[in-house]
């Protein structure tokens, strides 16, 4: 399963640097859960976690894994987390799970982000993935309209509040050639709380699982 040997790679990877008061930067997803549950035998290798959603939170403790506020931590040395898609240089569309606005701020407090994805997440372009956009609620009809504007085809994913009490919009049929830009576009429409552009900060590691193997890809 490519998935699990890209967990295996991020776990032998961050092994050697683990310490009794570190604290490690843990992102959502079904690859970040195969990583959480790999975590599982190290847990007395390190000190705890900080979680991207509640659904991680929740994951880490059911191992045992204590699971710290952000606030309390400050930086963290490694985000490890997953992604929708990824680029050459490293850009990622992520929110496929909902978690964006968390994912986002947790790895701008880390050191190193390692990128854990399987070969199917790896494109030139990114875009083909419905591109995630975090709004509040009493700004999701002006935010579709802007994105509208921008050549997108906003669809409201019904049914789903963020950890942060948001909505989300997918953005359809929005190829973006300049991911840095659009981020930055993006963001400022007012009502956007987190865009799933990951170029201003990308991931700084990826462990690309292949038919031939995990490739250890940097930008
Ligand atoms: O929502 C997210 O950003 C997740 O990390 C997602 O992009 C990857 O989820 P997966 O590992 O289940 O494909």
């Known amino acids: 399963q490519l998935k ?3 967990a295996a790679a991020a776990i032998a990877e961050v092994r050697p640097q683990l310490h009794r008061d570190t604290v490690l930067g843990i992102g959502t997803g079904s690859t970040a859960n195969l990583f959480i549950d790999r975590l599982a035998e190290l847990r007395h290798d390190f000190a705890g976690a900080v979680a991207s959603s509640e659904a991680s939170a929740e994951r880490l403790r059911g191992h045992g894994i204590e699971v710290f506020e ?3 931590v400050g930086t963290v040395p490694f985000y490890i987390d997953g992604a929708d898609e990824v680029n050459a240089h490293l850009h ?4 496929g799970g909902a978690a964006l ?3 986002k701020v947790v790895a701008a407090c ?4 390692i990128c854990i994805a399987d070969a199917s997440k790896r494109v030139e372009r990114l875009g083909a993935f419905p591109l995630p956009v975090e709004v509040i609620p009493m700004a999701r009809s002006y935010v579709a309209r802007e994105l509208v504007k921008l050549g997108a085809d906003p669809v409201y994913r019904e049914g789903v509040v963020t950890d942060n009490g948001n909505q989300i919009i997918d953005c359809y049929d929005f190829m973006i050639d300049d991911p840095l830009a659009m981020e930055v576009r993006l963001n400022a429409i007012v009502g956007v709380v987190t865009n799933g552009l990951f170029a201003a900060r990308g991931a700084d590691v990826l462990l690309l699982g292949t038919a031939q193997g995990v490739e250890r890809l940097t930008p």
């Open 70 to 72: 952000l606030n309390s």
């Open 4 to 6: 699990d040997a890209v």
């Open 101 to 103: 606005t968390r994912e």
């Open 92 to 95: 990622m569309i992520k929110g």
């Open 110 to 113: 880390a050191e190193t982000f």
